[in-house]
């Protein structure tokens, strides 16, 4: 089955049996996506997985789409269906590539960042990025969460084991150890946790709007870090200069980036047979913590 068909057979099954033609949608990694037209309302778009997840992946993302909304005020689009076979969302429009919607977005970020401080690091259930699960286990030390959490975490996975060497994973476990030496001490708030700027779409008055959350109350610099450092567009050049000065972030923060997007390279590394240099990038942020003989 073609993956227009088995997204147009979810839709059915979830009662959305006005369906003409369903449009594949690139961008994405770890499912498949498109834009369902049809007869009786709007178009819709719709995700699902080829393979079903052992558990609520869609139902986790549809709450994180509201807790970004709901808590930090960022526009995001309105579900329709959450189920376990498949996401249907209202359709945003494709960002606008100028530099003052980035300057918005920065805004929007900053305000999402420092108005939802929390006291603990976690969330209240588990939820996943991309394929896998991302554990959001409580936890009052910020430097733990991460390094437990987001970190090694990812070392018992398949394919990180067949990639990374013994001396690659005592590096990691090093650095987990002087995470206080290497990080600020920071307080946890509401977090997208998946944000490159693939996730970054606008809304028809020309708001920044995000999809594809895997939230928790963490570090802000996790969604920064992520967009540092997945080539972000020329046009988003100010976004980080404006959010740095929103959030009085000081100037050491661009050499904490490789740190911080371990835990996302580490992600990539576990899912997908191409990493994208994913092993690569993590053994040289490993360098300076390999033992010497």
């Known amino acids: 089955m073609s993956s227009t068909a088995l997204l147009a057979d979810r839709l059915s099954r979830a009662g959305i049996r006005d369906v003409v033609t369903v449009e594949p949608v690139s961008g994405g990694l770890a499912a498949l996506a498109g834009i369902a037209r049809r007869e009786n309302g709007p178009p ?59 300057e918005r977005f920065a805004h929007a970020l900053a305000r999402l960042h420092t108005s939802t401080v929390h006291p603990r690091f976690g969330w209240h259930r588990d939820n996943w990025l991309g394929r896998r699960r991302q554990v959001n286990r409580w936890a009052d030390d910020g430097f733990a969460f991460f390094a437990e959490n987001r970190l090694l975490r990812w070392l018992g996975e398949p394919r990180v084991e067949a990639a990374l060497e013994p001396a690659d994973r005592a590096a990691l476990e090093r650095l987990c150890d002087r995470l206080p030496e290497l990080l600020p001490d920071r307080p946890a708030c509401l977090t997208h946790g998946d944000l490159w700027a693939q996730n970054v779409l606008a809304t028809v008055d020309g708001r920044a709007a995000l999809i594809d959350p895997a939230v928790s109350y963490t570090w802000a610099e996790v969604d920064l870090a992520h967009l540092w450092t997945t080539a972000p567009p020329p046009e988003s050049r100010r976004f980080f200069d404006v959010y740095a000065e929103l959030t009085g972030l000081d100037d050491d923060w661009p050499a904490r980036m490789p740190v911080i997007q371990l835990r996302q390279h580490l992600a990539v590394l576990a899912q997908f047979d191409d990493d994208w240099g994913a092993a690569e990038t993590i053994r040289a942020t490993l360098a300076p913590f390999r033992a010497r003989p």
């Open 44 to 102: 819709v778009f719709v995700k699902a997985f080829a393979e079903a997840l052992d558990g609520d992946a869609f139902a986790a993302e549809a709450e994180g789409l509201a807790a970004l909304r709901e808590l930090g005020g960022v526009a995001t689009p309105d579900v329709i269906v959450a189920g376990r076979e498949l996401l249907v969302l209202s359709i945003l429009r494709p960002r606008p590539p100028d530099e003052a919607f980035w």
